[in-house]
């Protein structure tokens, strides 16, 4: 089955169940694990997708991103989680530029597992961008972002033509 499969079987799941989640442990649970594993990621492997990566930054201990993928053994990505329909705006984006600084991923990923919005550092090295460039929308499938999506699975993965992409996106 490809992505985009994977990607609409998992939206008809969600439009059934969205009113049953109320945590954003159960968010994660029931959507964005499934979103990590359809890009090809072991969500049950420590050593591909860390849960409650430490991000500390400064004075600052204790930061934790929900997630972070491991890529050839390099932190990746990074992914932090909202419970459904929380507003992805500025103060949760701060909290994940925070996390971005201290790690060595050059993607981010803010979601409430419907809208997925993707960051990466092509204004400033290792600081996030303000702005996402590539966004999905679990209830909206576009071919055109499942296109740019399938760079981020594990058998397409090259962080130089993620970069790339996302100038142009």
Do not use: W
């Amino acid at each position: 089955m490809d992505l985009i499969d994977r990607l609409n079987q998992m939206a008809a799941k969600i439009a059934k169940q969205k009113d049953s989640i109320a945590t954003e442990e159960a968010t994660k649970t029931a959507f964005i694990m499934p979103f990590i594993s359809a890009l090809g990621y072991d969500v049950f492997d420590p050593d591909e997708v860390i849960p409650e990566f430490t991000a500390d930054i400064g004075i600052k201990k204790g930061e934790k991103v929900d997630y972070a993928i491991k890529v050839n053994d390099k932190i990746s990505i990074l992914i932090e989680c909202k419970m459904l329909n929380s507003k992805l705006d500025a103060q949760n984006e701060s909290q994940l530029h925070r996390y971005f600084h201290a790690t060595e991923a050059r993607i981010a990923i803010l979601t409430d597992g419907i809208v997925y919005k993707f960051y990466t550092d092509l204004d400033e090295p290792n600081k996030m961008d303000n702005k996402s460039f590539l966004e999905l929308s679990m209830l909206q499938i576009d071919e055109v972002v499942v296109g740019e999506l399938k760079k981020f699975t594990k058998t397409a993965f090259n962080i130089d033509e993620l970069l790339s992409s996302a100038r142009f996106c």
